[in-house]
């Protein structure tokens, strides 16, 4: 049981240099946070101050070292793979060594409806929450939405530049929320008390996928024809599926239009 929160506090994020991560790390700073990165990379680019940990949650490297006097964990890795070792096999391996140096509070970063889906990430997630429920750790899990930067990079991947098309899935909808509003979120769970499960994080609306890709076109001036195709498979099935979507959480703030201005201001000034 967590006694007392230190403040400023050790905190060690797994998947710092990932697009959730960066924001979390970002913020843990501006908190005056002693912060920990854990990354599989040798000279990653992150914030000065920021402490580099190399390691692979996967192959179980380099844990037992930055788990070491650490009081808080946000455990942003993850990976999308056969089998999902790094979901599964990682967080088994993150909980038991922040067990042997101690007690620290784990925060995890979960997706809505991942417990009324079969889509088998979704079902990787789900295990890897069971284990931090089960860790005997003091625990926080916090489901979002999926994230407006994720939602752009599927549009830009399904875009084919020499035909001018965009091929989406049909029927898809999504609450896309902002990346730094969830990464708000979770640097205020790791500053309280272990809370179990907390309520959902949503986005501020529910859009049509053919909704969004006009916005994105209009703001990043493109004219590609878009094309909708019923594409199969459990990935797209799940894209599919509402259970991802968290109606009665619609906190997020920052719309996916706002997002995307901001985001081709961003690119045109750089
Ligand atoms: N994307 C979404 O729309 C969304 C929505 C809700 C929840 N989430 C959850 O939010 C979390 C972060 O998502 P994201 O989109 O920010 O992910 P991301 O950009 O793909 O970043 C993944 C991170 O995981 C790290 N990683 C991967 N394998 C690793 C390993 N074996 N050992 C150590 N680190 C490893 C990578 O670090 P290095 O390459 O530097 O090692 C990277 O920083 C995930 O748990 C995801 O399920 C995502």
Request: proline share 4%; with cysteine.
């Amino acid at each position: 049981m967590q006694t007392q929160i230190n403040n400023p506090a050790t905190v060690l994020v797994t998947g710092a240099t990932g697009t959730l991560g960066r924001e979390v790390v970002k913020q843990l700073l501006q908190h005056s946070h002693h912060v920990r990165a854990f990354t599989r990379q040798s000279s990653p680019t992150v914030p000065q101050g920021v402490n580099i940990y190399q390691g692979d949650i996967r192959a179980r490297s380099g844990l037992a070292e930055a788990t070491k006097g650490v009081d808080t964990i946000i455990h942003c890795a993850s990976f999308f793979e056969s089998g999902y070792e790094t979901d599964i096999q990682g967080t088994r391996h993150l909980i038991e060594a922040a067990k042997a140096n101690g007690s620290p509070h784990l925060v995890y970063i979960s997706i809505v409806g991942i417990d009324r889906s079969p889509f088998t990430y979704f079902q990787a997630k789900l295990e890897a929450e069971r284990l931090v429920e089960q860790s005997n750790l003091p625990w926080t899990i916090l489901r979002a939405t999926q994230f407006h930067d994720y939602v752009l990079s599927l549009i830009t991947s399904w875009t084919d530049e020499n035909t001018s098309t965009i091929t989406i899935p049909d029927g898809v909808r999504f609450q896309s929320v902002d990346v730094r509003e969830v990464a708000d979120s979770l640097v205020n769970l790791a500053e309280q008390p272990a809370a179990g499960h907390v309520p959902d994080l949503g986005g501020p609306e529910i859009l049509m996928l053919e909704a969004m890709v006009d916005t994105y076109q209009l703001i990043y001036h493109k004219q590609n024809a878009v094309r909708t195709e019923t594409l199969p498979g459990e990935y797209f099935d799940a894209f599919r599926s509402d259970v991802k979507l968290a109606p009665d959480r619609a906190v997020g703030q920052i719309t996916w239009e706002s997002f995307l201005q901001e985001r081709a201001i961003v690119e045109t000034a750089s």
